[in-house]
């Protein structure tokens, strides 16, 4: 199907475990972004990348990893989890700079560090 | 720094009448965008309306519409003739470039038979 997709939906791991969150989409949009969501904080950038092979931090990038060697691929990597990264993730995308600049999100990953 | 603060963290409303959400933003910025999206209880992040700082109208889509205050940066969200449909979470957010979009903490806004 077109548009942005994740996966998993739900995961559960244990604390100090690499966890890899998978984000695709098919519009080919140039900017992707992670973000989590959390009580009392909205939603937080992570890392976004504007196009392939180019990312760069956002808000909180401490404890997570991206990369993007595909325009339409961009997952992100938890390499030791731990229990403050216990929170819903959302992968978005737009288009080219100079749009309106909307974000189109994904359904979110619920993770949860035990 | 971008900030944007949504001061109501919930809100409730009789179906069928108009409710108003409110939020505020600081920026430095002349030119940007600013967005309110609804999270249902299924996760999804929707677009709801957008405004461009450089316009002077403001944004009206279907029963949703904005009152944008630029000069005192404010960005309030006018819900008419509620549905039961727009129970939801309802974030502001606000973007002058390509990779920096902050969002506002929510507001949850239930919608009562």
């Known amino acids: 199907d077109a548009g942005i997709t994740q996966s998993p939906r739900y995961k559960i791991t244990e604390t100090g475990r690499q966890v890899t969150l998978m984000c695709h989409q098919t519009?080919?949009?140039?900017?992707m972004f992670w973000y989590r969501q959390d009580l009392g904080h909205g939603l937080r950038l992570i890392y976004y990348?504007?196009?392939?092979?180019?990312?760069d931090k956002g808000e909180v990038p401490d404890g997570y990893v991206v990369s993007r060697s595909k325009t339409e691929n961009f997952p992100l990597t938890l390499e030791s989890a731990t229990r403050s990264q216990t929170s819903v993730y959302f992968c978005a995308s737009s288009e080219q700079a100079g749009s309106s600049y909307e974000q189109y999100f994904g359904p979110g990953t619920r993770l949860t560090v035990t | 720094a971008q900030t944007v603060t949504q001061s109501q963290p919930e809100m409730s409303v009789q179906e069928a009448e108009t409710v108003t959400l409110s939020c505020t933003y600081d920026t430095s910025e002349s030119n940007y965008y600013l967005f309110w999206y609804k999270q249902p209880p299924s996760r999804q992040m929707i677009l709801v309306i957008r405004?461009?700082?450089?316009?002077?109208q403001n944004a009206t889509e279907n029963r949703f519409s904005v009152n944008f205050q630029k000069a005192a940066k404010s960005f309030s969200l006018k819900i008419s003739d509620s549905q039961l449909g727009d129970t939801a979470m309802y974030f502001c957010?606000?973007?002058?470039?390509?990779?920096?979009?902050?969002f506002g903490a929510g507001t949850r806004l239930t919608v009562k038979p």
């Open positions: 957010a606000f973007i002058y470039n390509n990779n920096d979009m902050r």
């Open positions: 519009w080919s949009h140039s900017y």
């Open positions: 405004q461009e700082a450089y316009k002077q």
């Open positions: 990348s504007a196009a392939a092979d180019i990312t």
